[in-house]
């Protein structure tokens, strides 16, 4: 499995919510295993060279399946990835903000977050990850009402979120998330 759109929509929303909520502009990127961009969402009044960054941060994350915090430190001279972000067109972040996101210990898309200074990328990346966790923590549950291999939209993951908001109103907006997120990764 790799992330998939709706999946994505969702994640962006999550990371949306929370940059709004901390009060910084940020720019948003997902992609799938292969680094490839799936989304993008640049918030008003974000820094224009946050949204180069944060395609690279998810593409790093992705490429080279680990947080682009563990390619600095690797990426040092004497270390084993020394000198690599020079290669790669300069896609290779070696600092905060990109994360890969795992399923079945099988790295299937990475997230790029920049925009605030490295604290609040950091942030932000944490809050999208912990909500992706709470996803994958709901899928078995999840599998046990919807019919494995169903095909999602970004429009039928909306609906869903919706019927969840109006069946179930006391579940906070994380928990509504985080239940269609579990559903959409059946």
């Given amino acids: 499995m790799s992330l998939n759109l ?13 940059a709004t909520a901390m009060g910084v502009a940020m720019v948003i990127a997902l992609a799938d295993e292969h680094g490839e961009l799936i989304t993008f969402a640049r918030m008003a009044e974000a820094l224009p060279a946050s949204t180069e960054i944060a395609v690279a941060k998810a593409y790093t994350a992705a490429a080279l399946r680990m947080p682009t915090e563990q390619v600095g430190v690797l990426a040092q001279p004497g270390e ?54 709470a996803m994958k923590a709901l899928r078995g549950a999840a599998a046990t009402v919807v019919c494995p291999g169903m095909a999602w939209t970004t429009a039928a993951g909306r609906r869903l979120g919706r019927i969840l908001r109006d069946q179930l109103p006391q579940l906070g907006e994380e928990a509504i998330r985080a239940l269609t997120g579990a559903i959409l990764l059946v």
């Fill in 80 to 133: 084993a990835l020394y000198g690599i972000q020079d290669s790669m067109q300069r896609r290779i972040v070696t600092f905060g903000g990109g994360r890969p996101l795992c399923l079945a210990e099988k790295v299937i898309g990475a997230i790029g977050i920049s925009g605030g200074n490295l604290a609040e990328d950091l942030t932000l990346v944490d809050a999208v990850v912990t909500a992706f966790k």
């Fill in 6 to 18: 709706p999946l994505c929509t969702l994640l962006t929303e999550v990371a949306e919510a929370r």
